[in-house]
């Protein structure tokens, strides 16, 4: 490097030699880690390229500034200290980058991404940049409040244990009034959902104004509740053009006895970090749809992955959150679902490139965020859907409820009936990836909304190959 | 009316063999187990009444079998359920929850409506049979 005199120099460096580069650095425990996926353009070496991310989602600019000899600079300098070659994919590289824990604000998201996700993903030289995995040291982990309320309170309130939970999502999603909208919620639960959600898009529209669909909701809901003797639930949306506005929605949901309400990704980090002190301070359940997530997460190649937002948002303190279904319609490879699922739900995440998880992760005790499961799925994948996604989920059948033939009502007996039979069966230790279909066939012999629910979407798949998938394969090792 | 609480409410009533089965699964898992029983089926009554302390050191499902047996016997005509505990980090709660009696008549609930300001109303749910005193409902 020579000289200070020398590095401080007016004029243009490459990255690597300005600092943001070391091949020997040993990441701390206190350190941030990202993982990017980097594809340079011609003629830009890697190795600049890594030190470039680096520099440009830390304290570097273009050029050399004097200033720097004021700062204890090299804190603050994040490290490139690995590049791998992507496996299968010339010309893209994983590389991994420190930062000090001094970079970084406490228990706010929107500094981390500042950084991380700032400027960097515009530089020129690179053609594409993809933010793959995190890993947060427990240092700036306990700086967040976490889920308000987490997988096991949330059980405990429902007083339901042992299944996953059942949802739906209204449909249609436009036009019904707050009188037509109630009936379906009511029927949904009343048949045996545990709770009914808003879609990402409904807010207070011509067609529905927000108070007008509340007090229909709660009233389906507690009406529901008498009928079954359950505690039950609608997602209330509370998404808006201002807080102000959310906060009196959010309001208005708890002054009705609401036990959860909802907010849409779109709102931004601050937003969602708000409404997760709201929830915390007045017992409510956060439900977080992840509308918008598809335009930066889904290609692989520029963007951010998704199980980096699902990190985000565990910290950011959402109680549920869209995690993907596997089977259902939309994008979702089976591996790095898993691995999505275990961001959520894990105490302790460990390192799984087979699924996409580059880092073990101690979660410190922040509570553990209910994943849902929404889109396209019905009764007949029952089987699959838990031998995937495990119990504590909510699969959520909006069109395989709402759509049955013989009424929304009996569209939710038939969910929730294939749900007890599966988990009844597993539990007895029976193989229900294999036996499924007969143990749905066997209860559909005394559950008529069941048989019909087997015949009516008995060969409905969506076989598409996904686009995000997870770059390892597992290959023999001796042993 | 039937009320739907616990992990297997829409299937037909568990036969001992089928309970017993459950139990065994929830003892692999190093679960504890225990029997509950109440005449209050209010979805808010979290703390129905306790049948003896949770079984922590019982392997056998069948030693479990004779507690909701015995709890039968004396409340016959009450709800009863098995619960199972797990101690786990990051669990430490409930993980399986079934009823295994009910009463033969189950009238269910009232929904009371107090119309207040504007169009709010404030609901509160009434088990029909709670508005007998404890331990002389469903007789």
Same mark, same amino acid.
């Given at each position: 490097?020579?000289s200070?005199?020398?590095?401080?120099?007016?004029?243009v460096?490459?990255?690597?030699k300005?600092?943001?580069?070391?091949?020997?650095?040993?990441p701390?425990?206190?350190?941030?880690?990202?993982?990017?996926r980097i594809?340079?353009q011609d003629?830009?070496d890697e190795?600049e390229?890594?030190?470039a991310?680096a520099? !440009?989602s830390?304290?570097?600019?273009?050029?050399v500034v $004097?200033?720097? =000899?004021?700062t204890?600079?090299d804190?603050?300098?994040a &490290?490139?200290?690995?590049v791998?070659?992507v496996?299968?994919?010339?010309g893209?590289f994983?590389?991994?980058?420190?930062?000090?824990?001094?970079?970084?604000?406490?228990?706010?998201i929107?500094n981390?991404t500042a950084?991380?996700i700032?400027?960097v993903?515009?530089?020129?030289p690179?053609k594409?940049l993809?933010l793959?995995?995190?890993?947060?040291p427990?240092?700036?982990?306990?700086?967040?409040q976490?889920?308000?309320?987490?997988?096991v309170?949330?059980?405990?309130?429902?007083?339901?244990f042992?299944r996953?939970?059942?949802?739906?999502t209204t449909k249609?999603?436009l036009?019904l009034?707050?009188?037509?909208?109630?009936?379906?919620?009511?029927e949904a639960?009343?048949?045996?959902?545990d709770?009914?959600k808003?879609? !990402?898009?409904?807010?207070?529209?011509?067609?529905m104004h $927000?108070?007008d =669909?509340?007090?229909f909701c709660?009233?389906?809901v507690? &009406?529901?509740?008498?009928?079954?003797?359950?505690?039950?639930?609608?997602?209330?949306?509370?998404?808006?053009?201002?807080?102000e506005d959310?906060?009196?929605?959010?309001?208005?949901?708890?002054?009705?006895?609401s036990a959860i309400?909802?907010i849409?990704?779109?709102?931004?980090?601050?937003?969602?970090q708000s409404?997760?002190?709201?929830?915390r301070r007045?017992?409510?359940?956060?439900?977080?749809?992840r509308?918008?997530?598809?335009?930066?997460?889904?290609?692989?190649?520029?963007?951010?992955?998704?199980?980096?937002?699902?990190?985000?948002?565990?910290m950011?303190?959402?109680?549920?959150?869209h995690?993907?279904t596997i089977?259902?319609?939309?994008?979702g490879?089976?591996?790095v679902?898993?691995?999505?699922?275990?961001?959520?739900?894990?105490?302790?995440?460990k390192?799984?490139?087979?699924?996409g998880?580059?880092?073990?992760q101690?979660?410190a005790?922040?509570?553990?965020?209910?994943?849902v499961?929404s889109g396209?799925i019905?009764?007949?994948?029952m089987?699959?859907?838990?031998t995937y996604l495990?119990?504590?989920?909510v699969?959520?059948?909006g069109?395989?409820?709402?759509?049955?033939p013989?009424?929304?009502?009996?569209?939710?007996?038939a969910?929730?009936?294939a749900?007890?039979?599966?988990?009844?069966?597993?539990?007895?230790?029976?193989?229900?990836?294999n036996?499924g279909p007969?143990i749905l066939?066997?209860?559909?012999?005394?559950?008529?909304?069941?048989?019909a629910?087997l015949q009516t979407?008995?060969?409905?798949t969506?076989d598409?190959?996904?686009?995000?998938?997870?770059?390892?394969?597992?290959?023999a090792?001796a042993? | 009316m039937?009320?739907?609480?616990?992990?297997?409410?829409?299937?037909?009533?568990?036969t001992?063999?089928?309970i017993?089965?459950?139990i065994q699964?929830?003892?692999?898992?190093g679960?504890?187990?225990s029997?509950?029983?109440?005449?209050?089926p209010?979805?808010?009554?979290?703390?129905?009444?306790?049948?003896?302390?949770p079984?922590?050191?019982?392997?056998?499902a069948a030693g479990?079998l004779?507690e909701?047996?015995?709890?039968?016997?004396?409340h016959?005509s009450n709800?009863?359920?098995v619960?199972?505990f797990?101690?786990?980090?990051?669990?430490?709660?409930?993980?399986?929850?079934?009823?295994?009696?009910?009463p033969?008549?189950e009238?269910?609930?009232?929904?009371v409506?107090?119309?207040?300001d504007?169009?709010?109303i404030?609901y509160t749910?009434e088990?029909?049979?709670?508005?007998?005193?404890?331990?002389r409902r469903?007789t």
């Amino acid at each position: 490097m020579g000289s200070p005199a020398d590095r401080y120099k007016s004029g243009v460096m490459p990255y690597a030699k300005m600092g943001y580069w070391d091949a020997d650095y040993e990441p701390k425990d206190t350190d941030v880690i990202a993982v990017f996926r980097i594809t340079p353009q011609d003629g830009v070496d890697e190795i600049e390229a890594a030190a470039a991310v680096a520099g !440009e989602s830390s304290t570097a600019t273009w050029t050399v500034v $004097w200033t720097d =000899r004021l700062t204890a600079c090299d804190l603050y300098r994040a &490290k490139a200290y690995r590049v791998d070659p992507v496996p299968g994919n010339p010309g893209q590289f994983f590389s991994y980058i420190a930062y000090d824990l001094a970079l970084f604000e406490e228990g706010s998201i929107a500094n981390l991404t500042a950084s991380i996700i700032g400027n960097v993903f515009g530089f020129k030289p690179l053609k594409a940049l993809r933010l793959e995995d995190m890993r947060i040291p427990v240092a700036y982990l306990k700086t967040f409040q976490g889920p308000p309320t987490g997988i096991v309170v949330e059980r405990e309130r429902l007083d339901k244990f042992g299944r996953p939970l059942l949802g739906a999502t209204t449909k249609p999603k436009l036009g019904l009034s707050g009188k037509n909208y109630g009936r379906v919620v009511y029927e949904a639960l009343k048949g045996g959902l545990d709770f009914v959600k808003d879609d !990402e898009n409904i807010n207070s529209q011509p067609f529905m104004h $927000w108070r007008d =669909r509340y007090l229909f909701c709660m009233e389906a809901v507690a &009406k529901a509740s008498a009928a079954t003797g359950e505690v039950k639930g609608h997602y209330l949306n509370v998404t808006a053009g201002t807080m102000e506005d959310m906060y009196e929605r959010a309001d208005f949901a708890k002054q009705l006895g609401s036990a959860i309400i909802m907010i849409d990704l779109v709102i931004g980090y601050t937003a969602i970090q708000s409404m997760s002190k709201w929830a915390r301070r007045n017992d409510m359940v956060l439900h977080l749809h992840r509308a918008g997530h598809g335009t930066y997460t889904r290609q692989k190649s520029h963007g951010v992955s998704f199980r980096v937002i699902a990190k985000w948002m565990r910290m950011a303190g959402v109680d549920h959150i869209h995690a993907g279904t596997i089977v259902g319609k939309l994008e979702g490879d089976p591996n790095v679902i898993k691995g999505i699922y275990s961001i959520c739900r894990d105490s302790f995440t460990k390192k799984n490139l087979e699924q996409g998880v580059f880092f073990d992760q101690d979660w410190a005790g922040l509570r553990k965020v209910m994943p849902v499961a929404s889109g396209g799925i019905h009764a007949g994948q029952m089987h699959q859907l838990i031998t995937y996604l495990g119990e504590d989920v909510v699969l959520q059948f909006g069109g395989g409820t709402i759509g049955h033939p013989q009424g929304i009502q009996a569209g939710a007996t038939a969910n929730r009936v294939a749900l007890e039979v599966m988990i009844k069966a597993r539990n007895e230790g029976r193989d229900i990836w294999n036996e499924g279909p007969q143990i749905l066939a066997e209860a559909a012999k005394w559950c008529s909304p069941l048989n019909a629910a087997l015949q009516t979407w008995k060969d409905v798949t969506f076989d598409y190959t996904s686009t995000d998938t997870a770059d390892f394969v597992p290959t023999a090792t001796a042993s | 009316m039937k009320i739907t609480q616990g992990t297997f409410s829409f299937l037909p009533d568990l036969t001992d063999k089928e309970i017993t089965a459950q139990i065994q699964y929830a003892l692999d898992q190093g679960w504890a187990v225990s029997v509950e029983y109440t005449d209050d089926p209010h979805p808010r009554n979290y703390f129905w009444e306790m049948w003896g302390n949770p079984m922590f050191d019982l392997k056998d499902a069948a030693g479990a079998l004779t507690e909701v047996l015995a709890a039968r016997k004396a409340h016959p005509s009450n709800y009863i359920r098995v619960m199972a505990f797990d101690a786990t980090l990051g669990f430490e709660t409930t993980r399986l929850s079934f009823i295994v009696n009910r009463p033969k008549d189950e009238p269910g609930y009232g929904l009371v409506r107090q119309e207040v300001d504007g169009r709010n109303i404030r609901y509160t749910i009434e088990s029909y049979a709670a508005k007998a005193p404890e331990g002389r409902r469903y007789t």
